[in-house]
């Protein structure tokens, strides 16, 4: 599980998301939802870090379309 303490909220690649609902069933904390173009997109404030919806790509994912920014992370650290 992921420490909420990073900041590790997944991100969500517009291009890529088909909106196709598989994060939305999948996050236990219910923070993916879907925008007016049927887009993925996390809801920050109720995301509980588990990093199911990231973890889990390819397979959860069919597009590949969610990540954890480790780059972003890593910077944080330095």
Known sequence: MINPETNMIPEIDRDKCNGCKICVKACPGKCIFLDSE???YIEADYCENCGI?????????PEEAI????????RNLQ
């Open 53 to 61: 919806c990231a973890y889990e790509n390819p397979h959860l994912c």
């Open 38 to 40: 049927d887009i993925a």
């Open 67 to 74: 990540k954890l920014p480790w780059d972003k992370w890593q």
